[in-house]
Each structure stands twice: as C-alpha cells, then as structure tokens.
C-alpha cells in the first residue's frame, strides 16, 4: 500500500519538454491528493504542484504555465508534464501521495536541464 515509484527523468536542454510519471500501488490512489515535489543540491525540498481527488490542481509560481500535473486513476498514475525547461528546474522530483493522515514517497528521480 503506498508505494510510488517516478519514471521518465533524464537530461534535456533548456527550452525542452519532459515528462515524468509515478505509479502507485495500493488502492487509495483514486481518494489521495497527489503531488510533485522537487530537490535541487543544497537546496530544500520544494513543491512543484499537487492534485487532490476532484482534480483540482496547485503550482508553485515558479512552474505555473509550463507545468502541468494530471492524474489517471484508472492506471494509479499521476503524471507532471514539463514545458520550457530551464536549468534552475534541475533537481531531483519526488512524487508524493496524502491520505487523510498518511503519507507515501517516491525514491525520486533525477531531472537536469543543460543551458
């Protein structure tokens, strides 16, 4: 129950696209608000953006417009589709899943933007 594990980091060039997905197992995904988070070296681990159970999302001002966070509850999957890449958005992205009081985290995976 809870485990998430983050697909489809890699390296692009600024101005590209990625996107990136987290597949859950358990059956509380459908009732969990989802989330991406992010850690650049030296840096806290910040939001990126979440989605709750009625689809309503949240961004970081940093990301809003080139980001986009989307669920499919069918497959367990939330996905952050990412626009306009720039190298300050390198960082590893975390997904995260909320249940009422519980809480899950992905192993993370890496994310580089090359100027």
């Known amino acids: 129950q809870g485990q998430l594990v983050e697909f489809g980091g890699g390296l692009v060039q600024a101005g590209g696209s990625l996107k990136v997905s987290c597949a859950a197992s358990g059956s509380i995904f459908s009732m969990s608000t989802m989330g991406w988070y992010r850690q650049a070296p030296g840096k806290q681990r910040e939001l990126v953006a979440t989605?709750?159970?009625?689809?309503?999302?949240n961004y970081a001002d940093s990301v809003v417009g080139r980001f986009t966070i989307s669920r499919d509850n069918a497959k367990n999957t939330v996905y952050l589709q990412m626009n306009s890449l720039k190298p300050e958005d390198t960082a590893v992205y975390y997904c995260?899943?909320?249940?009422?009081?519980?809480?899950?985290w992905g192993q993370g995976t890496q994310v580089t933007v090359s100027s």
């Open positions: 995260s899943l909320r249940y009422g009081l519980v809480g899950y």
């Open positions: 989605i709750t159970k009625d689809d309503i999302t």
